[in-house]
């Protein structure tokens, strides 16, 4: 059997320097994505930015973005973030009316398409659907604020999923976000995560790149050990 690509490192630039943004993308140019967080004040209590602001991030970053939809009614603006250029775009579960409908339109648009569930979201409603995502967001924060605590607690529900997936055949990425470093990444690969966002851990390393190799390694280790 061969093994699987390698894990993937998302910064999220919730932790870059706004002012300086262009020159924080550059030092992550080693990554796979940058994850760009949308929060609307609505959905969770905090505000960063909307189509304009992405958009110019998708214009400079050297690295296809990964959208990150904290907001509401995704069912009608996650298109538009599709259409902007976007590689993926992830909604959440909590918010969305038609999430079935909501990823095949993203799809159509080009867009990989994700769905989040929040911590004390049941994973068990995703299982028969896994094959409508491309990427399932398992938040082990709650959602709104960076610099949160990782959640140890959601880690059965993450190895859920991913249990499930491979019981289904489903080409599904798992993805962790919320207090990924060097300390906690072992866990969630463990758990069956593939795909991590982490803020501080490479926006606050001397060297970002350096940063994101090691956890990348960290990941790979603790996946291949489990297989």
């Known amino acids: 059997m061969s093994l699987p690509a390698a894990p993937r490192v998302n ?3 919730l932790s870059a320097d706004f002012v300086n943004m262009q020159a924080d993308l550059e030092r992550i140019a080693a990554a796979d994505f940058v994850h760009v967080d949308v929060m609307d004040n609505h959905f969770v209590p905090n505000l960063t930015f909307g189509p ?29 973030y599709a259409e902007i250029g976007a590689a993926s775009v992830t909604f959440h579960l909590e918010a969305a009316a038609e999430p079935i409908t909501l990823a095949r339109r993203l799809r159509d648009i080009g867009a990989r398409a994700g769905v989040a569930l929040k911590p004390g979201t049941a994973a068990e409603s995703l299982y028969e659907h896994l094959h409508e995502f491309d990427q399932i967001l398992v938040m082990t924060v709650e959602p709104g604020f ?12 993450l190895r859920a999923l991913a249990d499930e997936a491979r019981r289904r055949d489903a080409d599904v990425w798992f993805q962790v976000d919320g207090g990924i470093s060097s300390s906690t990444i072992a866990q969630a690969a463990e758990a069956g995560a593939d795909t991590f966002v982490a803020g501080s851990a490479v926006f606050g390393a001397p060297a970002a790149g350096d940063a ?16």
């Open 146 to 157: 960076g610099g949160q605590s990782f959640m140890p607690e959601t880690m059965p529900k």
């Open 11 to 13: 910064p999220s630039i």
């Open 212 to 227: 994101i190799e090691q956890l990348r390694a960290l990941a790979a280790k603790h996946r291949h050990a489990n297989r």
């Open 52 to 80: 304009q602001m992405v958009e110019r991030v998708q214009q400079t970053s050297p690295v296809p973005l990964d959208v990150h939809l904290m907001i509401e009614d995704p069912d009608r603006w996650a298109p538009g």
